[in-house]
């Protein structure tokens, strides 16, 4: 996440990088991984933000704030859940677990804080994936499709600018045969985290209790597995409970739209 404030370069640590602030009279760009370019620009109450091409160097949507607070340059994940699609076919035994990470992706966020409440002023995604339905067409949900390996890939020993991991465990406590298409994340109910080489979600266990039953889904307090000095970058969009009854599988004989 290449930042440069004013014109010059700046090469902050990771954990630094995603602390940064936009004050009453200042000015970032943040390098997309396509080559294209963010400004942001701040003056007084009045945000200039957008992409700018070779064209025009303006960056043309603009905010009125209602104060010249500053302003915070937050990671921050997608807005819808992730559907997941396992690379490889994947069936769990029963009574067997599967413990692996999801790598996520990132976008940029700028956010004011009203009180103690933060405000999504605007956000910007480098990578926005392709829609789709989680469930039947009369029960189910809007979310984002996501390709990704469940195969007990182990945390990385770091991750990229653009990308967070979930440290992500499915349970499968039925009598059955856990074989499934898809499976949903609710990311928007996740919080950052980072300890300066790895950013990462809260962990996330799925329980998996039967084709009929709804599944728990458990959010920890923290990712599990990283060490060091953590610091929560972003709180989840939608506060949950720690443990829910939610669906979380697609089957084959489950109707769904892509």
């Not at 009045?46 to 010249?68: C, F, M, N, P, Q």
């Not at 939608?238 to 769904?256: M, W, Y």
């Amino acid at each position: 996440m290449a930042l440069k404030r004013n014109g010059i370069f700046n090469s902050p640590s990771a954990a630094e990088e995603k602390r940064c602030l936009l004050e009453a009279d200042d000015e970032y760009r943040i390098n997309f991984p396509d080559g294209r370019e963010l400004k942001l620009v701040r003056h007084g109450i009045e945000l200039r933000s957008g992409l700018v091409d070779e064209l025009s160097d303006e960056a043309k949507d603009i905010t009125i704030l209602d104060s010249s607070s500053p302003l915070m340059i937050r990671p921050i994940l997608p807005r819808l859940p992730l559907v997941l699609q396992s690379e490889s076919d994947l069936r769990i035994l029963p009574d067997a677990h599967i413990k692996t990470s999801v790598s996520l992706p990132l976008g940029i966020a700028l956010i004011a804080k009203d009180k103690e409440n933060p405000i999504i002023i605007r956000e910007f995604h480098p990578v926005t994936p392709s829609k789709t339905w989680f469930g039947t067409p009369d029960d189910g949900e809007a979310a984002y499709s996501w390709k990704t390996a469940l195969n007990g890939r182990p945390l990385p020993s770091e991750t990229g600018p653009w990308e967070a991991v979930c440290p992500l465990i499915v349970k499968n406590n039925s009598p059955e045969i856990l074989e499934f298409q898809r499976m949903i994340l609710r990311v928007p109910e996740l919080s950052l985290f980072t300890n300066g080489r790895i950013t990462a979600t809260n962990s996330v266990t799925i329980r998996f209790r039967g084709e009929t039953q709804a599944s728990q889904v458990t959010f920890e307090k923290k990712p599990e597995g990283i060490t060091g000095s953590i610091v929560k970058l972003a709180e989840p969009r939608v506060p949950v409970d720690r443990a829910l009854l939610r669906r979380s599988f697609a089957f084959i004989k489950t109707i769904s739209m892509s």
